[in-house]
């Protein structure tokens, strides 16, 4: 019985699971070869295939990818974690970065409401600006209540969280410049305000290796800010009533991804174990997202709107302005 059941889920799963795999392995390649963003590769290379998650036989497995496969790359990313970091930077950066993730969320729901956005909307885009861009965006779509716009709007987020990400690790570096920053300073600034980490890596190691160092230990704080952050929004729309699922009090991927975190601050998981980890991780989300990308029109995505652009758009400013304000005074 058991058995059939099992085929009977592989046949109605693994089409689907098996061309999300293609994109993402694609979309690798890509980015490996030519040095476009894998996360964007991914997304545009899933719209060019959106009539596979609409009808046929790989919709079943698509939609398994967009959610359950990006749960588990978001758990996976707890290996990237370690009480180390926290320690490495001193508490005045790292105070400086929470302030800055609750005033950019606090600020784009501000904004939203005056650009006549929807709430959830705002806190997902301000969210994926303040913490770590494609996987926050993921991991917060994740718990919150679903609508016919929710793909709609995380696909939205993706593919302008990533155009300004890789805006500016090419402008970014010229602004710290321009401010005089030492290697260091540099780094903190790069690390506190760009989205997505391949981009603050490329960024920060443009300047010199101590700037790329720094930048990438200030965005992995970033990064260990998302479970608290889902955390804290999970009980808020359970709280409202509003989350589509009942059951546990939290979702099963924030539990693993702060069980992760936790064993690799102990020391408990070994380096190849946590280089594998990393590295699925970074897989499974790609999957994600081209599952995202096919199951969602390109033309509906555009319907959000000038006030969304706007919104995603100043969010960023906000973030790069008040971590620039304060990487002056530190000075």
Known sequence: MRAEMGRDWAHRMVPGLLVAVLVAVAAQFVAEHYGAPAMLMALLFGIALNFLGQEGRAVEGIGFANRVVLRVGVALMGARISAGLLADLGVGTIAMLVLGIVLTIGAGVVLGRLLRQDPRFSVLTAGAVAICGVSAAIAIAAVQPRTEKSDQQLMFTVLGITMLSTLAMILYPAIAAAFGMTDRMAGIFLGGTIHDVAQVVGAGFSISDEAGETATLVKLIRVS??????????LCYRGRGATAGAGVPLPGFVIGFAVLAAINSLGWLPEPVRAALQQLSGWALLIAIAA?????????????????IALLVAETLFLAGFVLIVCELLV
Request: without cysteine; aromatic residues 0%; positive net charge.
């Open 292 to 308: 995202v990308g096919m199951r969602t029109r390109l033309d509906q995505v555009l319907k959000v709107g000038p006030g969304a």
């Open 225 to 234: 800010m998302l479970a608290p952050v889902v955390i804290a929004l999970s």
